[in-house]
């Protein structure tokens, strides 16, 4: 009963007259298709740039501690302090969570050094950025992936394993958030609301239909994806 009155359900549960279900929706998928399949209960977890822990639900029943960090106070936030220059001890988390944060690092290598060191040896962290997405500075905004620059970025980082990258949807959703984005942006006043709705609405359909076309999925070429989500292992130490 309490998950409904958590705050950002939004993220969890959007609606699909919201310009953001095709985002929300695969995101929250994956996150959880990641807990079932890696997570073992009871584990310590840490939500990098937690902001209100829109994702603690889903991780509330596997979880012994939840602990949440990001650049400014909260309600939630125990440590405050940058990705890059976490306050917390090395090999602390059996999970690190990192969601919607490393493009805006800015030292996307330096924060997953930070991830490698704070997770133990067999832990795992779940992180997610953006592919493609307009500018949206907290407070800088620095950077967007593609599969192979993440793989790259996780190769690069000692300790580190990659286990999987997942692409939140296709091209066909990618067209239709950035669409949809923009028609947000333009219907915000009350009264265009029902216009808003229905052409949201229709754009979700749309790019929910044009993604099971395979050509313009992950990871052919020619592809827009919108957002990853990247599982990495942390490795024993050698020795």
């Known amino acids: 009963a309490w998950e409904a009155s958590w705050p950002q359900r939004r993220e969890r549960r959007p609606r699909f007259v919201d310009p953001y279900y095709l985002h929300y929706s ?5 996150l959880a298709a990641a807990r079932d399949r890696y997570v073992t209960a009871p584990a310590q977890i ?3 740039g937690c902001g209100d822990m829109p994702y603690y639900p889903l ?3 596997v979880a012994k501690e939840y602990v949440g960090t990001d650049i400014e106070p909260g309600p939630n936030v125990t440590h405050v302090c940058p990705v890059e220059a976490l306050d917390i001890g090395d090999a602390s988390f059996d999970v690190v969570l990192c969601t919607q944060v490393l493009e805006h690092s800015r030292d996307p290598a330096q924060a997953l050094r930070e991830i490698s060191r704070v997770l133990r040896p067999g832990g795992y962290a779940f992180a997610t950025t953006h592919g493609v997405w307009p500018f949206h500075p907290y407070p800088v905004d620095l950077w967007r992936w593609t599969q192979q620059g993440l793989e790259s970025l996780v190769a690069g980082t000692p300790g580190l394993a990659l286990e999987e990258v997942v692409a939140h949807r296709g091209t066909a959703s990618t067209v239709a958030l950035m669409v949809g984005y923009y028609v947000d942006v333009v ?3 009350a009264i265009l609301a029902p216009v808003r709705w229905a052409a949201i609405s229709a754009l979700n359909v749309a790019g929910l239909a044009g993604d099971r ?3 313009l999925g992950y990871p052919n070429n020619d592809t827009l994806i919108h ?3 990247v599982v990495c292992r942390r490795e024993a130490a050698p020795g």
């Not at 695969?26 to 994956?30: F, G, I, R």
């Open 26 to 30: 695969a995101l929250v998928a994956s």
């Open 59 to 61: 991780f509330a029943e």
């Open 187 to 189: 219907t915000r006043r």
């Open 213 to 215: 076309v395979r050509r």
């Open 46 to 48: 840490l939500d990098i």
């Open 227 to 229: 957002n990853f989500l």
